[in-house]
């Protein structure tokens, strides 16, 4: 008698395998490109601000006048004495514009002048002619002699003849009031090391030779007289 076969069983079904989705190359290179144009708009953008800087900056030069050598205080300028420079403009520079060049010459100036600096109209003398129809005489004035750095092309001025060194003065000769002529700031010299200036003033056509006498002994002092006067 034949063994009876056991029944099959079925096998459990597998699970489903969640379906990968296959990843191409294409994204990659979207997101490459992508990327590479917006590096160049970045740079377009760059480029397109660097010009208009330059543009920018260039159009901010300005062309105004500069000392070609040095010039002393009260001297006329002369066109040789003035040559054309570029600079940036900055409103904390006030120089002359080139286009004055033709005006300037013939202008006296109130401070010594040095090659390579800018002119500025605060540099020269108040009028060209300041003092041209009075006598001129130069004054060396020692510090204490006349008010630290307040004296200024224009300026009226009492010329104080002071006593001479070792001289005697009475008590009646103390009380008197001291000798002064009337006198006009043309320029004044930049201080040396201890101080000393040389101003140069103007004075009536008949006061010119007592002024250069007492200035030469070092007996002049100067009082500035108020201004506005």
Do not use: F, H, Y
Not at 72 to 81: K, R
Not at 175 to 181: K, V
């Amino acid at each position: 008698m034949e063994s009876p076969v056991a029944p099959s069983v079925p096998r459990p079904a597998s699970p489903a395998r969640p379906e990968i989705p296959i990843t191409t190359t294409a994204p990659v290179k979207r997101e490459r490109r992508w990327s590479v144009a917006a590096l160049c708009i970045v740079l377009a953008a760059v480029a397109g601000l660097g010009a208009a800087a330059a543009v920018t900056s260039a159009s901010d030069r300005a062309q105004v006048l500069a000392v070609a050598r040095d010039v002393p205080a009260g001297q006329a300028l002369t066109d040789a004495d003035l040559v054309v420079a570029e600079v940036s403009a900055d409103a904390a520079l006030i120089p002359v514009a080139a286009d004055q060049k033709a005006s300037m010459v013939g202008k006296r100036t109130a401070v010594d002048l040095r090659r390579g600096g800018l002119l500025t109209t605060s540099q020269l003398a108040q009028g060209s002619g300041l003092g041209d129809d009075m006598q001129q005489v130069g004054v060396q004035i020692k510090r204490g002699q006349a008010p630290a750095g307040s004296l200024a092309p224009g300026d009226k001025v009492l010329a104080v003849t002071t006593p001479a060194q070792g001289e005697q003065q009475s008590g009646k000769d103390i009380e008197a009031p001291p000798s002064t002529l009337n006198a006009v700031v043309v320029a004044v010299s930049r201080p040396d090391a201890s101080g000393t200036v040389v101003v140069n003033l103007a004075v009536g056509t008949t006061d010119g030779p007592l002024l250069a006498t007492r200035a030469a002994q070092g007996r002049i002092a100067l009082v500035r007289e108020p201004r506005g006067q």
